[in-house]
């Protein structure tokens, strides 16, 4: 099992910045690939940014490409999501998830989930 905490979310006018942080206990964390997706009220869950197990390699989604980084520590089994010139429309609950061993964009795909932090970003 691998145990993932979300942190870092709030309430930001539009063109702020937010750092979002997961913790993970548990398994290896250099075992899981990572990624982040998004959630707003009413909608499917979205893929936002994903990271290989070493951090070599990313993807975004085109919404957040130039504006979002995801990077990890596996020293300290953390991945984190810089969130750049954020605009309303990034208003959502945001997830870390893992899967074993590449990313993936697709949120049926992540085996281990957070609980979620909301951001909230006004106009």
């Known amino acids: 099992q691998v145990q993932l905490t979300e942190s870092g979310g709030g309430l930001v006018q539009a063109g702020a910045s937010l750092r979002l942080s997961c913790a993970t206990s548990g398994r290896t964390f250099s075992n899981y690939a990572m990624g982040w997706f998004r959630q707003a009220p009413g909608k499917e869950r979205e893929f936002v940014a994903a990271v290989s197990r070493f951090g070599g390699s990313t993807d975004y989604a085109d919404s957040v490409k130039g504006r979002f980084t995801i990077s990890r520590d596996n020293a300290k089994n953390t991945v984190y999501l810089q969130m750049n010139s954020l605009t309303p429309d990034d208003t959502a609950v945001y997830y870390c998830?893992?899967?074993?061993?590449?990313?993936?964009?697709?949120?049926?795909?992540?085996?281990?989930w957070g609980q979620g932090t909301q951001v909230t970003v006004s106009s």
């Open positions: 998830a893992a899967r074993s061993p590449i990313r993936s964009y697709y949120y049926q795909e992540y085996d281990y």
